[in-house]
């Protein structure tokens, strides 16, 4: 028995060099061949034979085993019928709900509030406005509306002035569902600075994004349907690491 797991320990060692030597070889090559792979935050072996999974950041590229091809695009397990990019993106970029500061949200309850949804959205986003309107078929729920200023020069003074209005709430669905604008105020915007800033740490880059309980976050504006479902998956998961 001793003897077994001695060998057992040398052959994982092996292993682990190995893979280590082969992880290097493929961040040399592709280093010195494509000069915007100077910095690759990871290298890791995919399910299919011989290719390799090369990220930096949160893009992902795929490579053989010397780094001589580089493939930019999807890869999809046919038999399990699972896009593999798509779920490590999913796991990548995911955000952990209790790390967002919910202090900095415009906080709107409808019905019991039971289920959590966050939301970053610029009020000049085209595609927020037909989401806020899709969102008003949600019930039950609690939106953390992250006021996200970074589309337009004027984006900053009309998220002031929801921010600022002496409700909040109400001021927001007049500016997205009813086309009102919110009257002018001022008061403290430090929040959204603090928004703009969590979104650059965690790389939000367009509006609407949606992060939901279990740390699963969704570019882009999509249906009440779509929202129900993530809402339901959200409810029976476990909160997603960062």
Request: positive net charge; contains cysteine.
């Given at each position: ?5 001695a ?13 280590t ?9 592709l ?25 930096i950041?949160?893009?992902?590229f ?8 580089v ?9 399990a ?75 900053a ?79 029976s998961?476990?909160?997603?690491a960062?």
């Open positions: 028995m001793k003897l077994t797991t060998l057992l320990t040398v052959v994982a060692a092996t292993l682990s060099l190995s893979a030597a082969q992880e290097a070889a493929i961040r040399k090559a280093a010195e061949r494509i000069p915007q792979m100077d910095k690759i935050d990871e290298v890791r072996a995919t399910p299919m034979k011989g290719l390799y999974e090369v990220r950041g949160t893009d992902l795929y490579t053989d085993a010397k780094g001589d091809y493939i930019q695009g999807e890869l999809i397990d046919s038999k019928r699972r896009n593999l990019t798509e779920d490590r993106i999913s796991k990548l970029t995911a955000v952990s709900f209790s790390a967002l500061p919910l202090k900095d949200a415009v906080t709107i309850v409808r019905g019991d509030g039971k289920r959590k949804v966050a939301v970053f959205e610029d009020p000049n986003c085209g595609y927020c406005k037909r989401f806020e309107r899709d969102l008003q078929q949600i019930n039950n729920v609690t939106v953390y509306l992250f006021l996200y200023p970074i589309l337009s020069p004027d984006s003074e009309k998220s002031r002035n929801i921010w600022c209005a002496k409700d909040q709430a109400t001021a927001w669905q007049d500016q997205m569902v009813r086309d009102k604008p919110a009257a002018a105020a001022s008061c403290d915007t430090s929040a959204l600075q603090r928004n703009l800033a969590f979104g650059k740490k965690h790389k939000i880059t367009g509006t609407p994004t949606l992060i939901f309980a279990n740390g699963t976050r969704v570019p882009g504006a999509i249906g009440a349907q779509e929202v129900e479902k993530r809402l339901a998956e959200a409810s998961d476990a909160p997603a960062n």
